[in-house]
Nanobody, 124 residues
Framework: QVQLVESGGGLVQAGGSLRLSCAPS????????MGWFRQAPGKEREFVAT????????SYADSVKGRFTISRDNAKNTVYLQMNSLKPEDTAVYYC?????????????????WGQGTQVTVSP
């Protein structure tokens, strides 16, 4: 069982930055692929970014490419999402998720472990 706790959300003006953190429990953190997803009111949960267990492979949604960076520190059991040049349309609840390396990486249905989410609000 993996438990995930996100932190770092908040209110920021457009053009600003935030860094989200996710601290999974468990001793096998480095064996899990980690992902960040988000859900805006009235919309489905959507993929934001994912990173392999070693941190060597990352991928991003087109909407955040070039602005967001996913990273992980396996020694600290933490995964990060650095968000720069934030836009009002980035406003959503952001979720950290974990899965084994097998299967699709951007489909939320393939991630069995989820945090409770952290709110990110970007004002115009």
């Amino acid at each position: 069982q993996v438990q995930l706790v996100e932190s770092g959300g908040g209110l920021v003006q457009a053009g600003g930055s935030l860094r989200l953190s996710c601290a999974p429990s468990g001793r096998t953190f480095s064996s899990y692929r980690m992902g960040w997803f988000r859900q805006a009111p009235g919309k489905e949960r959507e993929f934001v970014a994912t990173i392999s267990g070693s941190g060597g492979v990352t991928s991003y949604a087109d909407s955040v490419k070039g602005r967001f960076t996913i990273s992980r520190d396996n020694a600290k059991n933490t995964v990060y999402l650095q968000m720069n040049s934030l836009k009002p349309e980035d406003t959503a609840v952001y979720y950290c998720a974990a899965k084994t390396p097998i299967g699709a990486t951007s489909d939320p249905a393939t991630y069995p472990y989820w945090g409770q989410g952290t709110q990110v609000t970007v004002s115009p």
